[in-house]
């Protein structure tokens, strides 16, 4: 990156989609605690309410809504077309969903079946993962040769993977389903519509509004079953969930990173933070009227959790960007901007960590520190040791690019 690009580079997105990473490491693995209070555990999908843990999946899609206007942007600048663009976000969301699905049928493979015990599988698909999507640093002759070579191998296990993959349901042994597509894998999904809209919507603000009315509209028409005549689709996408309700916040995302391109006409610091709070205030009160329909459940995507999380997360980086960005407080954050800017990474370590730990068959962390006050320290200390480890591998240049 060049002197003039890190000047112009927004230091509180990279902050906010770290510290998100890491509250992301932290809750993942204090849902492994046993004894710990309520407020630290995802509501249950019927309970109207939402805990601090709820809004960490949504703070994610946030970020990448935030993230789609700068990478179009710099793919025009270089003289990207269209077309080059729109390949790029298919294979992105492709990689997505790709490795979202691996995730997925992890927890019910037969080792039995498969012919490979659970976690082993688990931990080499992971390294498939890591040796196909890391940007090698650009090389030429043999060490160009070796970074082409280790990408093949890990193409070459991720099939092998996948086609020994067996697993058991009501008796029959079978293959990989979508039972649902992951985290990766809604993510995906979010980003795939939501560039769509940026292409529709371009710099237009007013419009962006009314495509996030149209995706609570969709998971209101999907509910009632107005969408029904749309064949095959529900097996595989839920419209109102997946799109209506995880769309919108890469949305409100996006019309927050608007007012930061180059080609916005606020450019005083003052002035975007005041835009960003007034639209917080419309999307909680958007939520309120809206509560009595379905009310507040991140497990069934309704708009009322949509549009919480999506005024919080607003709130949140408006206050991270005046005290970074305009008060230049960035210090005390240089823990959290390996994981921002290595996300997929500080992502996959935990699974591997765990895959680790259980093919060895070490279970103290799991028993003497896997309840109350000590199981909780265990996972701060868990989440600081990703965020090292990221910033560790980041160095040696394992940097997971899709």
Request: aromatic letters at 14%; glycine letters at 10%; charged letters at 15%.
């Amino acid at each position: 990156m060049s002197a003039a690009e890190k000047s112009r580079r927004i230091l509180s997105i990279d902050i906010f989609r770290g510290l998100t990473i890491f509250t992301m490491v932290f809750v993942n693995d204090l849902a492994g605690v046993r004894n710990i209070p309520q407020w630290m555990k995802h509501m249950p999908s019927e309970a109207d309410g939402m805990t601090f843990v709820d809004l960490v999946f949504p703070a994610f899609l946030f970020i990448v809504g935030m993230a789609i206007p700068f990478a179009i942007g710099n793919r025009m600048e270089k003289g990207d077309s269209v077309w080059d663009i729109w390949k790029h976000i298919l294979i992105r969301t492709a990689g997505l969903l790709m490795i979202g699905v691996f995730m997925v049928n992890i927890g019910s493979l037969d080792s039995a079946a498969t012919g490979l015990e659970k976690h082993l599988w688990t931990f080499l698909m992971f390294v498939g993962v890591l040796l196909v999507w890391n940007q090698y640093p650009p090389a030429e002759g043999p060490r160009a040769r070796i970074y082409k070579v280790l990408k093949y191998v890990g193409i070459v296990l991720l099939i092998v993977l996948a086609a020994i993959y067996r697993r058991e349901d009501a008796g029959q042994i079978e293959w990989m389903q979508t039972s649902w597509w992951g985290i990766l894998g809604l993510i995906g999904w979010s980003y795939l519509f939501s560039c769509a809209v940026y292409f529709f919507c371009k710099d237009n603000q007013i419009a962006m509004v009314g495509m996030i009315a149209f995706f609570i509209a969709l998971y209101i028409g999907d509910k009632t079953g107005k969408l029904d005549f749309i064949p095959f689709i529900g097996d595989y996408l839920w419209l109102g969930g997946h799109i209506g309700g995880h769309a919108s916040i890469t949305t409100a995302g996006m019309m927050v990173a608007l007012l930061f391109v180059k080609s916005s006409h606020l450019q005083e610091p003052r002035k975007r933070i005041r835009r960003i709070i007034v639209f917080a205030v419309f999307l909680f009160a958007t939520g309120y009227l809206l509560r009595g329909l379905y009310g507040i459940s991140k497990n069934l995507a309704t708009p009322s959790w949509s549009l919480y999380s999506s005024g919080i997360c607003c709130l949140l980086f408006a206050f991270l960007y005046w005290l970074v960005d305009v008060r230049g407080f960035s210090k005390w954050a240089a823990f959290a901007r390996p994981a921002g800017t290595n996300p997929l990474l500080a992502y996959i370590l935990p699974s591997m960590i765990y895959a680790l730990l259980a093919i060895f068959n070490i279970k103290f962390y799991s028993t003497v520190l896997g309840h109350d006050g000590i199981g909780i320290l265990r996972s701060v200390v868990f989440a600081f040791l990703i965020l090292g480890i990221t910033q560790l591998m980041t160095g040696w240049k394992v940097r997971l690019h899709l």
